[in-house]
Structure formats: structure tokens, C-alpha cells
């Protein structure tokens, strides 16, 4: 009798807890199927003194089965105004990534593992910015189920699988009831931590949820950077040749 | 009078396209060098005002572009001029593209000094030193394109001229007869044709072009003509290519060329450089730092005695970093030394440049060059502050 109580008491608890790997996947999921995208975005980096500077940057995105492809536009400075990136992710080898500089007419292909810099100076990385692929990482166990300000939310941890990546470990926050990302701590390779990004202004666009707003707090420099798509317009019909390197000279 | 005439024709045919994005950018600046020599007659400080304007509209098949470049120098009337380093059309179909007017090109893969980059005139007017600086080319180029490749046929006509800065200038390293109306072997108005491959592989970080040239020789020789001394542009057939090659957080390169001479007084040269760059990521908090080392050779088949020494990167090493501080006004230092191997000859360059407050950059110059025994380049120390207005 005793052993039929705890059975049951285990496979309840099991039927409520997740795995955290299965919260990933479905993080994803519900993120996936944008097909490609066109966004405007404004990017407000302020410094320990509470200083802004703005960069406006239009990103296009092609969603691909191996690794999306990109192409970004830096739309201010205007020093740097027209200056592009391309970026072909792969799973299985470096990213291609190559650098338009308008002034010179400059096509330069630029070495693709430095996931750690900075990304125009501001506290995001390259990383953080790119693809979050659930398979990027490694997961384990179950998730805890927790409230963040009011939302129930599963918290799990995820170590990147890149041995070039910044982070030893990423705390992720994922709301219950739609699988939206709220909240993940960045630990550095010292296993500190670095960074937190507040994840909101999230909205379903043709049955896709799209981010609206990142708020990344570097906790070691006291910067953070603020991150706002203005613009956001997803199954864009871009095709494979618009992510071509001749697009960057044009 | 007729170039104002054509240019304000031209700006406001595109300005009054309806219903089609019109885009411009530039900047506004000014300059101010101080340069140590033991020249006598030549300036010790140099000053000028820059402006820089791009406008670009796009069309439903195409785009037109205008890039003007106007320079007024404080002190040297030479210097007060202005080109189009870009005004052009291009014109898109499915998978190609035809592009009919001036233009400036970049080919090559070093840092340094580029033996391939050879479609434009460099402008010696602005600082001879910077190799980026080019006087537009007339051209018409249609390109097609494959997957991850493309194949232009360029056609240049109209070799352009190489003005220089006024005979006080240190920039001026010519002799006072020095001319700077063109000798050609077929006329100016005879077509260079260049046929240009590049491709990416499928599997490997690797980027390459090929190049075939028919025509005039991006070098000249100098001669006199009477009382005067004049560029002779001659006329070759070239073969070039360059090659990138990404490995990790290292990037190699090459150049190489092969030019056959139709000028008896040149003879067939080959030139050849290869180099790396490493990086070294988020070091000193999250700053880059970029280390390069550049090997360049130029070999003729017969000795061209004065002419072959004209060449400032014959045999040269050159080593040279680019710290970027990732900070929010995208500051970023670079410097570096090119050493000639045989005659020692040196020139150190740095540069600091900076954002101020979103719209100005402010860049901080410095540049030793330290020349062999007789040439026609001077020992000479520069350094110089740019302000320039962003819009």
C-alpha cells in the first residue's frame, strides 16, 4: 500500500513537472515559423553614468533548417551609416560572415568566432544576438517552476555547446502559459555573473511570437543597452538571393 | 561652368523623382597638418575644408548614385577641386546588372597596399599616402551572377589624369617641369577592358576573384616631352587574383599579379603578397586587438634601374595592429611600420579615431616616413587632426 502511495505521488508530481530541454523546445516553437523577417530596430546604449547613445539598425532574416541567415544595416551613426553584415549560420562549422564598408567598397570576410565581442559597443554580444537555437545548448534536468513578478514561470539552466561562446552557463525564465522567454542570466567564463537580459513587449504576428523590447544589464560595468524593434514584419517573402554577398554592394 | 551646369542638371532630375526612396549621407570637415622636414621652400603646415555627399535614388530597376567629394585647401590653390568618385547607374535584371557611368572599385585582400587594386587612378591631390583615395572612373560594367559566384566585363574609357599639389607642397615629389597632362600609347580614349571572376567555396571560408586586364597600366612612368615632364600610361596585359582564407580567429591573404608589357621602355613585371591577420578577442575588458603581418614583392624581367624603385612596395614586410575599444563611439586605434628589406627604407603610420557626441568624429594622425638615400620621397614626419560633421 505504501509503495502504491508513493508511485502515485511520483507520477503525479511528473505529470506537472517539465523537463528542461522539453521548455526549450517548446521556447522555440512558439518563436518559429517567421519564414523570414524585416525589422527596424533602435538600439539605446547607456553607459555607468546614465549617458544614451542610439544606433537604428534594419535587420532581414532568412530562417533556415541549418542556421538562419542575416544581413543587417547600420542606419545610424551616420559615420557608419550603409555599412552591412551578412551572416550564413551553419550547425555544423563556423559561421560565414563577411563586412561591407561603403566608404571603401569594401567586401571583407571577417573571422566568424568571436561570439563574445561586443556587438556596435553595446552590451550585447554577437551570441545574443544570433539564432537561440534550443539545439545550441545542453540542458538537465527538470525545470523549477517559479514566479517572476507575477508570472509563473519555468527556470532552467542551458550551457552553450560552442567552446568559443562568453557564458559558461545561461539561466533562462520562460513564462508557463504561452512559452514566451522572459528572463536569462548570463554567467562569464569566470562562472559570474556578467549580464541580465528582461525580455517584453512580446506580440503574435501571424501566429508567430515576436519580442518587442530587450533590456540587457551588464551587472560587472553597470552599462546596459535597450534593444526595441520599432518595426517588425515577418513572412517577408525574402528569398535565398537577397542574402547573397552581392546584396551588401547594393 | 559646363560641369556646374551638368551636375545641378542632374540633381535635380533625381530630386524631383517621385515615389522612389531618396537617400543621402556625407560629411563636413576639416583638416590641419603640421609636418617636420628639411625641404626648403615647402610648407611646414597644411589646413582644409572637406565635404563629402552621397545621394542615392532608388528605382524600380535600379538605382542612380552621385558621390561628391570637394576639397578647398587653406593654402594650396591645386588643391581646391572637387570629383565624382561615383555617378553612375545601374540598372538590375533577374540575375545580372548593367552599371553605366563613374565609379570608384575596391579589388584586393591586404591591408596595406593593394597590387590588385588597379581600376582607379589614386587621387595624389588628397594625401598620396592614402591609397583609398581615387579619382572615378568612367566605365561600363555588366555583371552576371550565380549562386555563389560572378563574372563582370568592365569596360574603363577616358584615362584619367594625376593632378598633383602645388610645388610647396611636401605631397608634391615631383620636379618642378612635372606636367600632369597624359602621354598615351593609344590615346585616352582607348578602352581598358578587364574580365573579373569571384567566387565563394561551398565548404571552406574561402573568397577569391580572378582578373584579366586589357589596356592601360594602372602605373605610369615618367619622360620628359620637350621642356616638360609627363606621365606615360602604356598599354599591358595583366593577370591578377587574390584570395581570402578564414581559419578560427585568423584570417589569411594573398595578391598576385603578372603584367605584360606592350611599351618597350617597361618591362614585364610580377608582383606578389601574401599576409595573415589574427585577432585576439575581448582582451583589456572587451576590446579587440587585430595583429597583422604583410610580405610584398614586385619583380621586373629586366632591371628598370630608377623606375623599379619608383615602387614603393617591392620588397617590403610591413606589421601593423587595429586595437577597437567596442565602446559606444566606436573608437578604435591602428598603427603600423612597412620596412623595405633592401634599402631600409621605413614608414610608421598611426591613427586614433573616435565619435563625439553621435554626429562629429575626431581622428588623430601621425606618419614617419624615413626614405633611402636617393629618393625622390623626403624624411618627413606628419601629424594631423580631421573634425568631420556626419550627416
Redesign the interface.
Known amino acids: 500500500m505504501k509503495t502504491i502511495v508513493l508511485s502515485s505521488l511520483l507520477l503525479v508530481t511528473s505529470l506537472f513537472a517539465m523537463d528542461s530541454l522539453e521548455v526549450a523546445k517548446r521556447a522555440d516553437q512558439v518563436t518559429d515559423g517567421f519564414e523570414s523577417a524585416v525589422a527596424q530596430t533602435e538600439m539605446t ?1 547607456i ?1 555607468a553614468s546614465g549617458q544614451r ?2 544606433r537604428d539598425l534594419e535587420m532581414k532574416t532568412l530562417e533556415g533548417e541549418n542556421g538562419d541567415k542575416t544581413i543587417s544595416t547600420f542606419l ?7 555599412t552591412k553584415t551578412l551572416t550564413h549560420e551553419h550547425t555544423e ?2 559561421d ?1 560572415q563577411w563586412l561591407y564598408l561603403p ?4 567586401v ?7 561570439k ?3 556587438f ?3 552590451e550585447f554580444s554577437y551570441e545574443d544576438i544570433g539564432n537561440q537555437n534550443y539545439q545550441k545548448f545542453t540542458y538537465s534536468g527538470e525545470a523549477q517552476e517559479v514566479d517572476l513578478n507575477g508570472i509563473k514561470c519555468y527556470k532552467s539552466i542551458r550551457v552553450p555547446k560552442d567552446d568559443n561562446s ?1 557564458y559558461t552557463k545561461q539561466i533562462m525564465w520562460v513564462d508557463k502559459e504561452k512559452f514566451l522567454l522572459q528572463k536569462i542570466e548570463y554567467y562569464d567564463r569566470k562562472k559570474e555573473l556578467l549580464k541580465t537580459a528582461i525580455f517584453s513587449d512580446h506580440k503574435q504576428i501571424e501566429g508567430v511570437w515576436r519580442v518587442g523590447k530587450i533590456i540587457m544589464t551588464n551587472h560587472q ?1 553597470d552599462k546596459s543597452t535597450i534593444l526595441i524593434w520599432k518595426e517588425d514584419k515577418i513572412k517577408a517573402g525574402l528569398s535565398d538571393a537577397e542574402f ?3 546584396v551588401l554592394k ?1 | 561652368m559646363k560641369k556646374h551646369i551638368i551636375i545641378s542638371t542632374l540633381l535635380s532630375s533625381i530630386i524631383v523623382t517621385n515615389g522612389f526612396a531618396l537617400d543621402y ?1 556625407g ?1 563636413f570637415g576639416i583638416e590641419a597638418s603640421y609636418l617636420n622636414h628639411d625641404e626648403e621652400n615647402k610648407r611646414d603646415k597644411e589646413g582644409a575644408l572637406r565635404l563629402e555627399f552621397e545621394l542615392q535614388q532608388k528605382l524600380p530597376k535600379g ?1 542612380a548614385v552621385i558621390n561628391l567629394k570637394k576639397v578647398y585647401d587653406l593654402r594650396d590653390e591645386e588643391r581646391r577641386y572637387f570629383d565624382f568618385s561615383d555617378f553612375y547607374y545601374k540598372h538590375n535584371f533577374e540575375n545580372s546588372d548593367l552599371l553605366i557611368g563613374r565609379n ?3 579589388w584586393g585582400a591586404m591591408e596595406f597596399y593593394n597590387h590588385t587594386d588597379v581600376f582607379n587612378t589614386k587621387d595624389w591631390l588628397d594625401n598620396p599616402f592614402d591609397y ?1 583615395s581615387k579619382i572615378g572612373a568612367n566605365n561600363v560594367a555588366y555583371t552576371h ?1 550565380f ?2 559566384s ?1 563574372l563582370s566585363i568592365i569596360a574603363k574609357v577616358r584615362e584619367s589624369r594625376q593632378e598633383v599639389q602645388d610645388s610647396k607642397s611636401v605631397n608634391n615629389f615631383y620636379p618642378p617641369n612635372y606636367d600632369d597632362d597624359l602621354e598615351t600609347q593609344e590615346g585616352r580614349d582607348r578602352p581598358t577592358v578587364y574580365l573579373k571572376y569571384t567566387a ?1 567555396a561551398e ?1 571552406m ?1 574561402l ?1 577569391y576573384s580572378l582578373i584579366y586586364q586589357d589596356g592601360y597600366d594602372e602605373q605610369r612612368y615618367l619622360a620628359p616631352v620637350g621642356t616638360k615632364l609627363k606621365q606615360h600610361a602604356y598599354l599591358v596585359n595583366k593577370i591578377m587574383g587574390y584570395a ?1 582564407l ?1 581559419q ?4 589569411y591573404k594573398t595578391e598576385l599579379a603578372y603584367t605584360k608589357s606592350d611599351d618597350d621602355l617597361v618591362s614585364d613585371y610580377a608582383q606578389a603578397s601574401v599576409g595573415l591577420e589574427h ?1 585576439l ?2 582582451i583589456w ?2 576590446r ?1 586587438l587585430g595583429l597583422l603581418l604583410e610580405y610584398y614583392k614586385y619583380k621586373a624581367s629586366e632591371d628598370e634601374g630608377d623606375r623599379s624603385s619608383q615602387n614603393l612596395f617591392n620588397d617590403d614586410i610591413a606589421l601593423g595592429f587595429r586595437l577597437s ?6 573608437s578604435e586605434l591602428l598603427g603600423g611600420i612597412a620596412i623595405d628589406r633592401d634599402t631600409k627604407e621605413q614608414m610608421i603610420s598611426i591613427e586614433y579615431n573616435t ?1 563625439l557626441l ?2 562629429y ?1 575626431l581622428e588623430l594622425s601621425y606618419q614617419h616616413l624615413e626614405p633611402k638615400e636617393d629618393s625622390s620621397f623626403q624624411k618627413m614626419d606628419r601629424a594631423m587632426v580631421e573634425v ?1 560633421y ?2
Open positions: 546604449l553607459n547613445s542610439v545610424s551613426p551616420a559615420d557608419v551609416k550603409g562549422r563556423d560565414d566608404a571603401l567598397k569594401r571583407k570576410r571577417i573571422a566568424s568566432r568571436n563574445s565581442g561586443s556596435m559597443g553595446s562568453g560595468n547573397n554577398k552581392r547594393q | 549621407k560629411n538605382k570608384t572599385r575596391f583609398d551572377y549562386d555563389n560572378e565563394s565548404e571560408q573568397d581570402t578564414v578560427g580567429e585568423t584570417i585577432t578577442y575581448g575588458d572587451k579587440d575599444m567596442n565602446d559606444s563611439a566606436s565619435r553621435d554626429k568624429k568631420g556626419y550627416f
